[in-house]
């Protein structure tokens, strides 16, 4: 079974995530790498590094029940080339008195920016597959800027 998760960069078609790499034992741990060029507007392009790690079995419980899962985390970092850019925002503000008009430019250099990521995914081996994840991204400064998280619901073991 393989949960990873593939997309075209920069026309080949490229690993982004793997959160299983089987078999699993705790201590395992594996990496996923990739750079992408223009991934977005603002971004000249990306480049991102995670490790895996296999920690060990948790119980976790989910809408389907409680499972004795292994888990698996992964810290990573991330690091963009900023696309320069000049943004210009006005904004006015009328009153009986007249009307007041504010114009703001900024300019954005070509710099670096980075942050981290932490995922967490935890696998139970009794029905074959995931049963939670998280995903959480962090800009330089530390401030979790997206958080992503996933729980089985349901499942039906067939004959």
Not at 136 to 149: A, F, I, K, L
């Amino acid at each position: 079974m393989d949960l990873s998760r593939t997309r075209d960069i920069n026309g080949k078609e490229t690993v982004v995530n793997r959160p299983l790499l089987f078999p699993l034992a705790t201590g395992k741990t594996w990496e996923v790498q990739y750079v992408e060029q223009h991934p977005n507007k603002v971004h000249k392009s990306e480049r991102w590094s995670h490790k895996f790690t296999v920690v060990g079995f948790e119980t976790v419980e989910v809408p389907a029940g409680k499972f004795n899962a292994l888990k698996v985390e992964a810290e990573g970092h991330w690091t963009a080339q900023l696309e320069p850019a000049h943004t210009v925002v006005q904004g006015a503000q009328s009153s009986a008195d007249g009307t007041t008009m504010v114009t703001q430019a900024q300019n954005t250099r070509d710099e670096p920016v980075s942050g981290r990521t932490y995922k967490a995914f935890w696998y139970a081996p009794e029905v074959k597959r995931g049963v939670k994840s998280v995903e959480e991204y962090y800009s330089g400064s530390g401030v979790r800027t997206e958080r992503y998280t996933g729980e089985l619901e349901s499942f039906k073991i067939a004959p």
